[in-house]
């Protein structure tokens, strides 16, 4: 079973998207900002990481950047969420490692297909 790490600050939005995955058969550890996601990114090994853009502590762009840096977590692909679907936002998270920017709202199949499909680009199996 694939792990997903998923950084989302709105409560709401952050327990949608776990359910959300879980029901798809996923295995997902919940973060509220980005400082939070790195350190546990380094705990728990997922396969996938997806982050908010906008949180305290530390931005999904900035901890983008902090994992993409590190050795032992630059491998992992990286999806910026955001309800921001502006050109330079978009460009300014795939520059800072990401593999995919998904823009809120997304409808929940949606989600799970994007999802297995950047698992299966970057060779992991569910």
């Not at 709105?10 to 996923?26: H, K, P, Q, S, V």
């Not at 901890?63 to 936002?89: D, F, M, W, Y």
Request: with cysteine.
């Amino acid at each position: 079973m694939s792990k997903i790490l998923v950084a989302e600050d709105e409560r709401d939005i952050r327990e949608l998207i776990g359910f959300t995955l879980r029901f798809a058969g996923f295995d997902v550890v919940l973060t509220s900002n980005g400082a939070e996601a790195v350190e546990k990114v380094l705990l728990e090994r997922p396969d996938l990481i997806m982050l908010d853009v906008r949180m305290p502590k530390m931005s999904g762009y900035e901890a983008c950047r902090h994992l993409k840096e590190n050795p032992e977590t630059s491998n992992i692909p990286v999806v910026i969420l955001s309800a921001k679907g502006q050109e330079g936002e978009i460009k300014e998270g795939l520059e800072s490692g990401a593999v995919e920017y998904i823009v809120k709202p997304f409808a929940p199949d949606e989600l799970t297909n994007q999802v297995r499909d950047i698992l299966r680009r970057a060779g992991v199996t569910e």
